[in-house]
């Protein structure tokens, strides 16, 4: 078993089966505290179950899934969801305003704590009273990055967060996404794009069909 | 004056059936066959409850046939809802326990303080009135809250993933399925005496009591019927949230129904 202090999440021989189908077959991997370990491989491969594995929207049929060094059927899985956040592949808005989506997440905070969260996703505190359904793509998945970070996560689960994304609005997200790494958030970031991949990851695990591949690859990035 | 119908008055009023099959038949709608087998077989029902009731409350038998003839309502009737929105999970037993906790409040508040004297020719068709009248929005609460949870999965589960336990992460979905089930049975109540006569109310006139006392005892079953609707559909919805969700709030799989 590694550290728990430099791993955040460890799966030892994980299997999930769905009608049938191993979708993740005897997975063993680690994935450190540090940096933003990415995810990829092709639809279908197993990465949204893998992701979702991580907060207890599922378990597995086999094997153990670990946060910092504790088997997560021994967390509260409320508390645990709120120490690792995730932000889905399709914009999930509430209805109603910025501010109201969240004030889901933290019903007591204040107007400060929800302004700084949204400059933390590069987006206009401005923006907090405006009905939420009217944001544009790239918006609406920054708010629904804010939304998890009102919740103060140490890890940050994102599935695809950026496949229904324009270049422009893609690239503002990758950058938004380095600098909660770089303040000390751990990052899983699932993804088919290899070229993604290559730009945001610390290290990359590659998944077909339910399997890893022998060794994550290291990025020589900071 | 007391108005009966005779045998040969059940016979004429088999012109009216004729009346609606003569009118399939004109717009070559094809449903003669259906009109007459439907209002056969309602008859067929009718006379066979009526000698059972005959039988149930006959005076002098003892009430515990009546409570009988009130559990085997609640037995059918959640046979019926489950046959009917199959797609939901575990609906016999939900409305099993939804059609027992309404019995529990509206006969509990009828009968326990006295507005009606507690006997089989009271209790059978106020239940009966209880039952039939919250079928429909115990089937249609159960549908529209698995509908609105297996639709808007991505919306729960990103409540869910940010730490709100399920019964918190379904509010918004239960509040819209008791709406909609609670919805068509406010408005009822809303256009009541204006846009119809109610069935209680036009049955008692007919059988000839005075127009006051039929609206007092019609209004008593238009209450009856709003508290039992709101009760079934509260119990089913709050019960089906304890079934969809997992004990540590995991929504489960819940398939798209044929034929959608």
Partial sequence: MSEPSTVALEFERVSVVRAGRRVLDQITAAIPAAGITVVTGPSGAGKTTLLRLCNRLEIPDEGIVSYRGQPLEDLDPLVLRRRVGMVFQRPTPFPGSVADNLAVAHPDATAGELSTALTRVALDPGLLGQDARTLSGGELQRMCLARTLVTSPETLLLDEPTSALDEQPKRVFEDTARGLAAQGITVVWVTHDDAQARRVATRIYHLRGGRLADAPTEEARP | ?260
Avoid: C
Avoid at chain 2, 39 to 48: E, H, I, N, V
Avoid at chain 2, 179 to 186: G, V
Avoid at chain 2, 247 to 260: E, F, N, S, W
């Fill in chain 2, 1 to 260: 004056m007391n108005i009966t119908v005779s045998w040969l008055g059940l016979a004429v009023s088999l012109l009216l059936v004729a009346v609606a099959a003569g009118i399939s038949w004109w717009q070559r709608l094809g449903l003669q066959r259906q009109i007459l087998i439907a209002a056969a077989r309602a008859l067929a029902q009718l006379l066979l409850v009526g000698a059972a009731l005959t039988l149930v409350i006959s005076p002098g038998r003892s009430i515990w046939w009546s409570w009988l003839w009130v559990a085997a309502m609640v037995g059918y009737a959640s046979v019926v809802a489950r046959r009917r929105a199959p797609e939901v999970p575990h609906l016999l037993s939900l409305a099993l326990a939804s059609f027992t906790a309404a019995a529990v409040v509206t006969l509990g508040v009828l009968f326990g303080l006295h507005v009606f004297p507690l006997t089989g020719r009271t209790l059978v068709p106020i239940a009966g009135m209880m039952v039939g009248n919250s079928m429909t929005a115990t089937v249609l609460a159960g549908r529209r809250l698995t509908d609105e949870l297996r639709d808007k999965r991505d919306e729960v589960e990103a409540r869910l993933a940010l730490g709100q336990p399920s019964r918190q992460a379904a509010t918004p979905y239960v509040r819209a399925a008791l709406r909609a089930a609670l919805t068509p049975q406010i408005e009822t109540t809303k256009a009541t005496g204006l846009v119809f006569l109610p069935g209680a109310m036009t049955g008692l006139i007919l059988a000839g009591t005075a127009p006051l006392q039929a609206v007092l005892v019609q209004a008593v079953v238009m209450f009856l019927v709003l508290a039992a609707t709101a009760t079934t559909t509260v119990v089913i919805a709050l019960g089906l949230i304890r079934r969809l969700f997992t004990h540590d709030h995991r929504l489960i799989y819940l398939p798209t129904p044929a034929g959608q």
